[in-house]
């Protein structure tokens, strides 16, 4: 910033400094062949000359300044112009309005400003679509509850549908969605943004024991979908929040759970450089290959239907992908559209030797 700020202070310098010297020697020059012409072609000498050069000096300073005066300006102006057009795309962006981008500029250090801005318009525009589909997804997901809610409670209200224990079951299951959906929000937004919650505490966690605890704790519903698991975990100790990595691992075994169609899982944890690998590998609900990013985005589903069918609201992967993020490792998906691998990388403890 400060190396841009010098040359472009240079650059006025250096302009201040060539429209004084053009106005120096064209003053000067006109002075000497006026001189020239009085003494060779009017014979004037002594104080006549003087006078007359004194005259012709102060007329030709003020016409010389006028013109400078003028032709400085201009350039001014149109030094400037490019300055103006962003300090009213920036007043727009104050009122609450998107402007449109700023042109290109010829002065390479306005340009960067320029670019710059334009960059920041475009991040601005993505972050209101996103928030746009956002509240698009949050109503879709809340639509179905809600109407469901409103309907049973009218119907008790007017007597069409007497309460009894099903009713009340479907009550309580309509209420857990919105609460479910909810308590996810919430994890997102803390995730996302955590300076607005009080920083988790970090420890050592052995991340090989901890894929086991949750491949356990999923062994009921393993057998129930006829699933057959195949582990081969490697021992490494990583550092973070603990109920948070468990709950990148249950999202992603839970997501098999839900859409594998392969009968079988391959879990595979293993050390590579100064990172932890876990690879997921099955057989599941075909995911097109140019949505391999999109299913950490949030709602999205396999299913676009969003039927009841599908259980969930879709925040399971991208809740798991901004704990990952805020750990400072990454999650990614590789997939032929049926044979799925999802891959976490979190970075090694090094300060802890691997136990024997």
Known sequence: MLLNKWKFTSHLTFVHAII???????????VRNYACTL????????ELLEKQLMDFLIVITIVALFIGGLGYYLFLKWFT???KKLTEATERLKAGEIPSHVDRSVINEVNELNETFNSFIDSLKQVKQKQQQLLRDLSHELKTPLTNLSGYLEGLEKGIIEGDQEIYRSLKEETDRIEHLFNQLVWMSSWTEPTTMITPQKTNIQIDQVIKDIVRTFQIKFMKNNID?????EAATIFGVDYAIKQVMIN???NIVDYDTGKSVRIKGFRSNESYILQFQHKGKRIPKNEEKLIFERFYRVDPSRTKATDGAGLGL?????IVKAHGGKIILNTDEYHHRFEVHLPLNKNVKLKE
């Not at 004084?20 to 006109?30: A, E, N, P, R, Y």
């Not at 003494?39 to 002594?46: A, L, R």
């Open 20 to 30: 004084l010297i053009i106005m120096t020697f064209t003053v000067g020059l006109t």
């Open 252 to 254: 992603l075994v839970q």
């Open 318 to 322: 991208s809740i798991s992908n901004e």
């Open 39 to 46: 003494v060779n072609q009017q014979d004037i000498t002594g």
């Open 229 to 233: 698991v195949f582990e081969e975990i």
């Open 81 to 83: 112009k490019p300055v």
